[in-house]
């Protein structure tokens, strides 16, 4: 079974400081993975995914994530904190095979960025 | 706007009801996807759909089930609710069954009195 760990449910940054949302997975071959970001009363959009391609992806709105399969990490980044970046974030994993897992996503439990001026 | 639509945006009832949500995937989507979202259980798959037949089941309840119609929408059928049965519905779409990329609805809310 597949697992995410997102690790710290809050982070707090001032604008303009790196945002870093850390996000570890359980997986018994590499899966594909994804961050999808949650406004207030909205749906999830996603921010980027990882699909056996380039280890470093970029996304939407300046984010990228690097995918360690030694450390079996998929940490979230972004250079430079802006107040619309305050947000939910979820980092989910999908299994890499066929089957009928296939496409089904498996959730972290969510970190909720504060940017502060 | 991810193109995909569900109705209805807010669902207030009583223990003991039946409730039906509504999904509208993007055009040319054939998979949909239920996830539910609560507090203490955050965001879990319920179920999956491709072009009319069940293809997937997560941590779906047996007072809950689901269907996709050949216009391809879906519908989420929630019965004998419980207080715990609050939460946020999301229904999710992607072209094909083997697409890696969901693209979720705004939700809808759930209150069971």
């Known amino acids: 079974a597949q697992s995410v760990t997102q690790l710290g449910s809050h982070v707090s940054v001032s604008e303009g400081a790196l945002v870093l949302l850390r996000c570890n997975y359980s997986s018994s071959v590499p899966p594909y993975l994804f961050w999808y970001v949650q406004y207030p009363n909205q749906g999830l959009q996603l921010l980027l995914k990882y699909t056996s391609a380039a280890t470093l992806v970029k996304g939407i709105n300046g984010f990228e994530a690097e995918f360690k399969k030694s450390e079996t990490s998929f940490h979230l980044t972004k250079p430079s904190a802006h107040m619309s970046d305050a947000a939910e974030y979820f980092c989910a994993v999908s299994p890499n095979a066929g089957g009928t897992s296939y496409g089904k996503l498996t959730f972290g439990q969510g970190t909720i960025l504060t940017v502060h001026p | 706007d991810s193109g995909v639509t569900q109705t209805p945006k807010h669902l207030i009832t009583a223990t003991g009801q039946r409730v039906t949500l509504r999904c509208s ?67 999710a779409s992607s072209p094909d069954w083997r697409e890696e990329t969901q693209y979720f609805g705004p939700g809808t809310r759930l209150l069971v009195l």
């Open chain 2, 25 to 91: 995937p993007r055009s040319g989507d054939l998979s949909v996807y239920w996830y539910q979202q609560s507090l203490d259980q955050g965001l879990q798959f319920l179920i999956q759909y491709y072009n009319g037949e069940e293809r997937a089941k997560g941590n779906i309840l047996e007072r809950f089930s689901a269907q996709q119609f050949p216009d391809l929408h879906s519908e989420l059928n929630l019965s004998s609710l419980e207080l715990g049965d609050s939460a946020l519905y999301f229904c």
